[in-house]
Structure formats: structure tokens, C-alpha cells
């Protein structure tokens, strides 16, 4: 079945160091990617999505690019700000597998630090 | 993007009661609505698949009857916790499509349960 694996966290940074949160995946058809937020006490938001290969989704600084040959799709920034802090979940929709619910992964806690 | 509410987003019940949680889609009709559970430090675990007026399609593992879905219309959907016990205390969020197909989804904000 499909699944998303990313890294563990958490994740702590200072204000202003650049940021990668890796990201790969695993799916019969060909997905689409998406990085989702959640902010304390918060749902989900959707940060950025890639439909196809090669595909860079970007937003608020952030951007991943859709890479098939390494089936990853890795979130960066160059320079984080406190407000960052937040659960970032990589997840994929697969219409090949028969559906568009979307599976997700572990999710990664960032906390940045003045 | 569209908007996708969740009531309450907190509550607080005692334990053997019944607590419902609705979902709705203010500015779009949604074909399909998904039940994700969160547990702590853990990712969303998909619950069900609601589609308007038929039967939810469950997940492994999740119990039917103690998760009953709705989706009566297509702007709401409601997840009722039926007797629940402490260790159903979780955070719950609905996602909400329009149309079929591999359109987006959006969230609603999450219901904190607590079972006392």
C-alpha cells in the first residue's frame, strides 16, 4: 500500500538557519505530494502541493520539488522564523490506488528558537 | 481556499456518553468527507470515507458502531462517538472534497476529546 516516511523529530532551530524536513514516499499510481502545517491547537493547512514529476510547490518561503527518480519530496527554507514553529506532515494522494484520501506521514515538530 | 468548519473544537464528556461532532462546508458542496483520528505524536490515521447519501466506508480496525458517520447532506457531515471511554480521548478532524476525482481537500480545524 501507499505510505509517506519522514524524518523524526523533533526539530530545533535558530531564527534564520535554513531548513530541510525530508519527505519520500511510496505509491502504485502516480500521486500527488503535499505538505501540510499544523500550527498549535490548530487543523491542517495545506503549505504546498506538486502534481507531477519535477514539480516545485512553493509558499510563505517554503518550497519542495517533486522528484520521481528518489520518489521524495523534500520541504525547505531558507531562513526560518519563530512562526515557523510548527508540525509539518508530508502526505499523498494516489488515484492509482483507487481513491484520493490522502496517507500521511509521522509528521515532523519544528521549533525555532529566537 | 474553501472553507471547511468543525463544532466544537473542544469538549469535555464523562465516560459511557455519546458525543457528536459536526463538520460542514461553508462554501462548497462536499461530494466526500473524511474522519482522520490524531493521537499523540502520532500522524492523522484515516477513520472513514463519507460520501453524500450512502454509508460511510470504514477503515480497518475502526469500530462502525462506536464511530457512527453521517453524511446527509453536502455541506455536513457528523462523527458521533457512541459510549465513549477514556481511551477515546483524541483529537478528531474532518476533510472535506468537491466533486471525484483527485481535487483538494480541506480541514477543518480538529475537535479535542476528552472522556472523564
Known amino acids: 500500500g501507499d505510505s509517506v516516511t519522514q524524518m523524526e523529530g523533533p526539530v530545533t532551530l535558530s531564527e534564520e538557519a535554513f531548513l530541510t524536513i525530508n519527505c519520500t514516499y511510496t505509491a502504485t499510481g502516480y500521486p500527488s505530494l503535499f505538505w501540510y502545517v499544523q500550527y498549535p491547537g490548530e487543523g491542517l493547512q495545506l503549505l504546498l502541493k506538486?502534481?507531477?514529476?519535477?514539480d516545485k510547490g512553493s509558499n510563505k518561503g517554503f518550497e519542495a520539488t517533486y522528484r520521481k527518480e528518489t520518489t521524495s519530496f523534500h520541504l525547505e527554507k531558507g531562513s526560518v522564523q519563530v512562526s515557523d514553529s510548527a508540525v509539518y506532515f508530508c502526505?499523498?494522494?494516489?488515484?492509482?490506488?483507487?481513491?484520493?484520501?490522502?496517507?500521511f506521514g509521522k509528521g515532523t515538530k519544528l521549533s525555532v528558537i529566537p | 481556499g474553501a472553507v471547511v468548519s468543525q463544532h466544537p473544537s473542544r469538549v469535555i464528556c464523562k465516560s459511557g456518553t455519546s458525543v457528536k461532532i459536526e463538520c460542514r462546508s461553508l462554501d462548497f458542496q462536499a461530494t466526500t468527507m473524511f474522519w482522520y483520528r490524531q493521537f499523540p505524536k502520532q500522524s492523522l490515521m484515516l477513520m472513514a470515507t463519507s460520501n453524500e447519501g450512502s454509508k460511510a466506508t470504514y477503515e480497518q480496525g475502526v469500530e462502525k458502531d462506536k464511530f457512527l458517520i453521517n453524511h446527509a447532506s453536502l455541506t455536513l457531515s457528523t462523527l458521533t462517538v457512541t459510549s465513549a471511554h477514556p481511551e477515546d480521548s483524541s483529537f478528531y478532524i474532518c476533510?472535506?472534497?468537491?466533486?471525484?476525482?483527485?481535487?483538494?481537500?480541506?480541514f477543518g480545524q480538529g475537535t479535542r476529546l476528552t472522556v472523564v
Open positions: 502526505a499523498l494522494s494516489d488515484p492509482g490506488a483507487g481513491s484520493y484520501q490522502l496517507t
Open positions: 476533510s472535506a472534497k468537491q466533486g471525484t476525482g483527485n481535487t483538494e481537500a480541506f
Open positions: 506538486a502534481t507531477k514529476a519535477d
